[in-house]
């Protein structure tokens, strides 16, 4: 199923891509890989070995590696991971704990909608009067807003149609969130940002249109105080 899920992607991130096709992409890749979680949650219920907890160091590259940080937790979030932002030495990586599927899901999502949201931003021109960066930061700001919204709709769907699905879900977001804490016991929610930049609309068009496979700071915890 996640190979379906990495062509599905791979069509998406081509910059020859019209909206149009991305759309249809959508609707079968999204429900592909949020059966493909509450499948594997399933199987693990009877058998844990099959899908322990992990933690993942992911690395944010610049530029605008703020706002990259939180598309990644747009998509971890939804995904049943937790995550923990650290900001050092002019670099920003995130902490990512989940259950290995989850986090596989998290991490091959990210990865694509980073290439489709690179296209989007050359393919939108910075309005007169407008600071490039700023304008840059919001958009990335309402493209990650909407993929978590889209995420947090497709896997909630996904899991109403099983029966007794909430109370699995439910125990293993205890699991990682108590792997999280262990981990970072004096973490803290990071604070809302400030973005000056218009281009939070024309962002979460961008969103709304991305191929899932299948911003926000909500759920994030950091250890550092945030640029």
């Known amino acids: 199923m996640l ?8 069509k998406a991130e081509d910059s020859a891509c019209s909206p149009a096709e991305a759309e249809a992409l959508t609707a079968k890749a999204t429900e592909l890989i949020a059966k493909y979680g509450v499948d594997q949650a399933l199987l693990a ?3 844990p070995a099959r899908d322990p907890v992990v933690d993942r160091m992911i690395e944010v590259p610049a530029p605008y590696a703020t706002d990259k940080a939180g598309l990644l937790v747009g998509v971890a979030i939804p995904l049943r991971c937790r995550t923990v932002r650290l900001s050092r030495a002019g670099s920003i990586a995130v902490h990512l704990f989940g259950f290995d599927s989850d986090v596989t899901r998290a991490e091959l999502l990210y990865t694509s909608l980073l290439v489709q949201a690179a296209h989007g931003l050359a393919a939108t021109a910075v309005p007169w009067g407008q600071h490039p960066a700023a304008f840059r930061r919001s958009w990335l700001a309402g493209f990650a807003a909407a ?27 205890g699991v990682v969130e108590r792997r999280r804490d262990e981990a970072y016991p004096t973490a803290r929610l990071a604070r ?18 991305a191929d899932l496979g299948g911003g926000s700071h909500v759920g994030t915890r950091t250890r550092d105080a945030l640029p």
Do not use: F, N
């Open 45 to 47: 219920a009877r058998d």
């Open 3 to 10: 190979d379906k899920v990495r062509k599905l992607l791979a």
């Open 147 to 173: 993929i978590a919204a889209r995420l947090r709709a497709t896997e909630s769907a996904a899991s109403s149609a099983v029966p007794s699905m909430d109370l699995v879900l439910a125990d293993r977001s």
């Open 192 to 209: 809302p940002r400030r973005l000056s930049g218009d281009g939070g609309a024309s962002g979460y068009a961008a969103g709304t249109t």
